[in-house]
T-cell receptor, first 114, second 114 residues
Framework: AQTVTQSQPEMSVQEAETVTLSCTYD???????LFWYKQPPSRQMILVIR??????QNATENRFSVNFQKAAKSFSLKISDSQLGDTAMYFC???????????FGTGTKLQVIP | DAGVIQSPRHEVTEMGQEVTLRCKPI?????LFWYRQTMMRGLELLIY????????DSGMPEDRFSAKMPNASFSTLKIQPSEPRDSAVYFC????????????FGPGTRLTVL
């Protein structure tokens, strides 16, 4: 079995500040990928960033970066220079190649305050 | 590309009626996923197809739910008979390959069962 845990149901950050969303996971697979998806109030879910487990280098995508700690099974998302458009629900997800299983966390609702 | 297309966008029906949700994945994508999202239960994976074959249907709640993928460009999720507790937003997503690939989500169908 595999699990994804997001322990922060809600967070807020001031515009232009930096915020970190937490995610921990558990899997016995060696071939897996981790994802952060964003769901704004419009409801459309889109990919923010993707990390391959076998890559030690942390993925970055403009203002978004991850801190991937494989041994600790931790995959946090850092948003720098927060913008009002970052207000959304953020989901951490795990896709395991061997199990052919994908699991989403319960989400963190992020509010960017002007 | 038009992205993942779902229809209808909204559906209101009465308890006991049959409901059919439709999804057209992105052309060339080999995997298709159906999710259900509610406030209480978050985002749940219902079923996952690869090359039109169901790979993981462990999330399908009960026999009232059924999903088909008759070809690479079309899938349906059917609920018969519907119940008020089925009220939710249902998302369809597709990916190029397997669960380790990025998923592209449709806009969702908001289902209300009275």
């Amino acid at each position: 079995a595999q699990t994804v845990t997001q322990s922060q149901p809600e967070m807020s950050v001031q515009e232009a500040e930096t915020v970190t969303l937490s995610c921990t996971y558990d899997t016995s697979e060696s071939n897996y990928y981790l994802f952060w998806y964003k769901q704004p109030p419009s409801r459309q879910m889109i990919l923010v960033i993707r990390q391959e487990a076998y890559k030690q280098q942390n993925a970055t995508e403009n203002r978004f970066s991850v801190n991937f700690q494989k041994a600790a099974k931790s995959f946090s998302l850092k948003i720098s220079d927060s913008q009002l458009g970052d207000t959304a629900m953020y989901f951490c997800a795990l896709g395991s190649g061997g199990y052919q299983k994908v699991t989403f966390g319960t989400g963190t609702k992020l509010q960017v305050i002007p | 590309d038009a992205g993942v297309i779902q229809s209808p966008r909204h559906e209101v029906t009465e308890m006991g009626q049959e409901v059919t949700l439709r999804c057209k994945p992105i052309s060339g994508h080999n995997s298709l996923f159906w999710y259900r999202q509610t406030m209480m239960r978050g985002l749940e994976l219902l079923i996952y197809f690869n090359n039109n074959v169901p790979i993981d249907d462990s999330g399908m709640p009960e026999d009232r739910f059924s999903a088909k993928m008759p070809n690479a460009s079309f899938s349906t999720l059917k609920i018969q008979p519907s119940e008020p507790r089925d009220s939710a937003v249902y998302f369809c997503a597709s990916s190029l390959g397997l669960v380790t690939d990025t998923q592209y989500f449709g806009p969702g169908t908001r289902l209300t069962v009275l």
